[in-house]
């Protein structure tokens, strides 16, 4: 499946944004995914992750009660609704499918698309 990350910008410190991770190729709807981040000289850390259904869904300690993951599965898109942004969550935002319910580790994780930009001003 090819995935392709939208959504990034600039934006103030306390502001929000809303990222889309659209697929092409293949169907969603059977997959697990997983939004990560990668900020300059930093690893790729996971964000979130959101079941088949969208019923379960698990996050980062820095960005839980911040950021809600989403899907909408006949749209073949996951989302992630970022709010009280701080500087500190400026990085690229990349989406992948993950290997399986509740994984977090970058090697857990493949079809890797191209991340958004987000850039958080203070």
């Known amino acids: 499946v090819q995935l392709q990350a939208s959504g990034g910008g600039l934006v103030q410190a306390g502001g929000s944004l809303r990222l889309s991770c659209a697929a092409s190729?293949?169907?969603?709807?059977?997959?697990?995914m997983g939004w990560f981040r990668q900020a300059p000289g930093k690893e790729r850390e996971f964000v979130a992750g959101?079941?088949?259904?969208?019923?379960?869904?698990y996050y980062a300690d820095s960005v839980k009660g911040r950021f809600t993951i989403s899907r909408d599965n006949a749209k073949n898109t996951v989302y992630l609704q970022m709010s009280s942004l701080k500087p500190e969550d400026t990085a690229v935002y990349f989406c992948?499918?993950?290997?399986?319910?509740?994984?977090?580790?970058?090697?857990?994780?493949?079809?890797w698309g191209q991340g958004t930009l987000v850039t958080v001003s203070s």
């Open positions: 992948a499918r993950s290997h399986g319910l509740g994984r977090r580790a970058t090697y857990e994780h493949s079809d």
């Open positions: 190729g293949r169907t969603l709807s059977g997959f697990v």
């Open positions: 959101i079941g088949v259904s969208g019923t379960f869904t």
